[in-house]
């Protein structure tokens, strides 16, 4: 398996960013083309249908990176098992994983899914190539969840040690690039000084690590649960990057005007099913491995461990956001002159007053 240098990875992932341009502004002259020819149909990929007592329910499709075995999953998971959403009138008849948070971007544009569950960086690089999208929700607020390995005979026990050495993330514009910056800047380490690569995925990078073409590379739980024996576990991201927001909830412009009742209930039930996980980790656990068809003793484990460390929450955090904002930049995936306006991006309308920020105290990158 040939590695891609950071110099590769970083072109690449400029060309990616152009791309997904270019199809932005097609998916909107698609829609202009058809708003013109007076064709209506519900807004964003919903349908009301009457439940049979008079009360309209909104059946909808929704897009959530990485799932049905990453943990962006577990209170989609544990919310329709048990009837959070259904509660507040909504259906979800299926939910659109995906490899990465590109292509859930990619699937909340094309207007067949209402709302898309998907890394923060993935988001501000679409936002800035045009796409016409809102964060309305916080999602995944750490990076608990992603552990770095080596090989058990590895000379590694820390960060320090990776000098002179390759260390592997998964793609460029990723959170697990993010934070590799952020990792190397908390321990005053130039990133000059290791060679990064990017390996493609997690198994990828599993694979590579074993090969010995990198020295180290990340896990995600509940993997790292099932597996962690097999390799010498070196830290978890969020030891050294406490505060990152790695996902957030995002929708269209159009689904926010059209039915923006179903954008709050919506939230209202992630944020339902996020505190029964906390009530209920173990119970939440064997749900989110019944989904996942992973080991339920792994799972269980795993989100335990996670709610401990409130890794859910639609609320956003200044500190967290500012953080991929800065491992954007070191990264290399947000240049200078790119400036992020809050207000086009982030609606908060639909959060409670306790679970809002002020935007102003945002970094702009300006």
Known sequence: MKAITYKEG????????????????????????????????????????????????????????????????????VGI?????????????????????????RNVLSGDL????????????????GAPLKIVSGGVQS???????????????????????TWAFTNPGSVTETTSQLIFDSNGIDPKTLKLVA?????EGLTMLQAGEVDATLMMEPAYSVQKDDWKTLFRVSDHVPNYQQSVIITSPQLIKENPDLVKRFLTAYQKSVEWTYANPE?????????????????????????DKKHWNSKIELDS?????KGMQMANTLKKGQEIVWDEVLNMDFL??????DPSKLDTNK
């Open 199 to 203: 390996s493609g995925g997690v198994s």
């Open 10 to 77: 970083y072109l690449m992932n400029w060309k990616r960013t152009m791309m997904l341009g270019k199809f932005t502004v097609m998916i909107m002259l698609l829609l202009f083309i058809a708003a013109g020819c007076g064709g209506e149909k519900p807004a964003s990929g919903s349908a009301s249908k009457d439940s049979g007592g008079g009360d309209k329910v909104d059946e909808i499709d929704i897009s959530v990176t990485h799932y049905p075995t990453g943990l962006y999953a577990v209170p989609y998971d």
């Open 283 to 307: 119970e939440a656990g064997k749900i989110f491995a019944k989904s996942a068809e992973i080991d339920e003793a792994a799972s269980v484990a795993a989100i335990k461990d996670l709610a």
């Open 114 to 129: 209402p709302f898309g569950d998907v890394s923060t960086s993935a988001v501000l690089q679409s936002y800035l190539a």
């Open 321 to 325: 956001i500012n953080n991929v904002v």
């Open 143 to 165: 990076v608990s969840d992603l552990v770095y390995v080596t090989r058990p005979d590895a000379d590694i026990e820390k960060v320090e040690d990776m000098v002179g050495k």
């Open 81 to 105: 098992d048990q009837g959070f959403f259904e509660e507040e009138g909504i259906k979800i008849n299926k939910i659109v994983g995906s490899g990465g948070g590109g292509t859930t971007v």
């Open 352 to 357: 409670p007053d306790d679970q809002r920020l």
